[in-house]
């Protein structure tokens, strides 16, 4: 069992930027990659960007060139800076572990894009 935690979401101007934040409980096993998705009202849940222990980094179009990840898969965290926001990226954001057997997630942040 993994246990995630998400920090840092709120309230932001358009053009504005947040940083979030995952910390993985330890584990029994090997944590290889580490993500972000995200699920907006009325929509699916979809892929924000992803992160591996050697550090390769994988972004949705939608968020590429604003939006960065970054953290330490070895000790089990991630981050998610976010910039240049725009009211089309307010959604709950949610931390996600895959495994061959199952995906891990936290509960969720919110990030509200709105003047």
């Known amino acids: 069992q993994v246990q995630l935690v998400e920090s840092g979401g709120g309230l932001v101007q358009p053009g504005g930027s947040l940083r979030l934040s995952c910390a993985a409980s330890?584990?029994?096993?090997?944590?290889?990659?580490m993500g972000w998705y995200r699920q907006a009202p009325g929509k699916e849940r979809e892929l924000v960007a992803t992160?591996?222990?050697?550090?390769?980094?994988n972004y949705a179009d939608s968020v590429k060139g604003r939006f960065i990840i970054s953290g330490d898969v070895a000790k089990n965290t991630v981050y998610l800076q976010m910039n240049s926001l725009k009211p089309e990226d307010t959604a709950v954001y949610y931390c996600?572990?895959?495994?061959?057997?199952?995906?891990?997630w936290g509960k969720g942040t919110l990030v509200t894009v709105s003047s």
């Open positions: 992160i591996t222990r050697g550090g390769v980094t």
């Open positions: 996600n572990v895959p495994t061959y057997v199952t995906n891990y």
């Open positions: 330890a584990t029994v096993f090997t944590i290889n990659v």
